[in-house]
T-cell receptor, first 112, second 115 residues
Framework: DAKTTQPNSMESNEEEPVHLPCNHS???????IHWYRQLPSQGPEYVIH???SNVNNRMASLAIAEDRKSSTLILHRATLRDAAVYYC?????????????FGKGTRLHILP | GAGVSQTPSNKVTEKGKYVELRCDPI?????LYWYRQSLGQGPEFLIY????????DSGLPNDRFFAVRPEGSVSTLKIQRTERGDSAVYLC?????????????FGPGTRLTVL
């Protein structure tokens, strides 16, 4: 799987937008970009995924660069409950069984 | 509906003992995954089942680790002759069919401590 690079940690104020960056310069044309997050003492949970176009769902938005070498997860209005580790993951066509290869992710701290 | 459940939530054992960790996936999910997570690290893949068969066991660290899914639903991860380095949170996930666009749903994990 292609590698992703994320900042180790970020801070944001409550009720403000948060932009979590991810670099994936070696992404292949058929790799999907997925985001999962892991709240304290819980298993990871799915946030959003996309291929080329920007995506929105009830949890977040995913902005994908035109060359697909980077993407940004956007939390529009952070709450204390959004404090978690956020993982940016590439899931490619080479993996028919598609296990997830996690990196260390970005630990997001929300300041009240 | 019911999510992925794992039992026990915590397991403390002594070095050299045998342990079994259980995973109940979401009903109807054919794909089941085991991961383990050490402190400060992201989850690390161990093994993947498609139905009853292990489709990919490339993440199992050595032959002390074994997993089964005899009826294509519940899975058990078995660790023989436990070592202190096996201490970690063991996570189970399931998905509809295992495709790269399928969401993996994770359980809360079993925290294994080997003394």
């Amino acid at each position: 799987d292609a590698k992703t690079t994320q900042p180790n940690s970020m801070e944001s104020n409550e009720e403000e937008p948060v932009h979590l960056p991810c670099n994936h310069s070696t992404i292949s044309g058929t790799d999907y970009i997925h985001w999962y997050r892991q709240l304290p003492s819980q298993g990871p949970e799915y946030v959003i995924h996309g291929l080329t176009s920007n995506v929105n769902n009830r949890m977040a938005s995913l902005a994908i660069a035109e060359d697909r070498k980077s993407s940004t997860l956007i939390l529009h209005r952070a709450t204390l409950r959004d404090a978690a580790v956020y993982y940016c993951i590439l899931r490619g066509s080479m993996n028919r069984d598609d296990k997830i290869i996690f990196g260390k992710g970005t630990r997001l701290h929300i300041l009240p | 509906g019911a999510g992925v459940s794992q039992t026990p939530s915590n397991k403390v054992t002594e070095k050299g003992k045998y342990v079994e960790l259980r995973c109940d996936p979401i009903s109807g999910h054919t794909a089941l995954y085991w991961y383990r997570q050490s402190l400060g690290q992201g989850p690390e893949f161990l093994i993947y089942f498609q139905g009853t068969g292990a489709a990919d066991d490339s993440g199992l660290p050595n032959d002390r680790f074994f997993a089964v899914r005899p009826e294509g639903s519940v899975s058990t991860l078995k660790i023989q002759r436990t070592e202190r380095g096996d201490s970690a949170v063991y996570l189970c996930a399931s998905s509809t069919s295992g495709r790269r666009t399928d969401t993996q749903y994770f359980g809360p994990g079993t925290r294994l401590t080997v003394l």
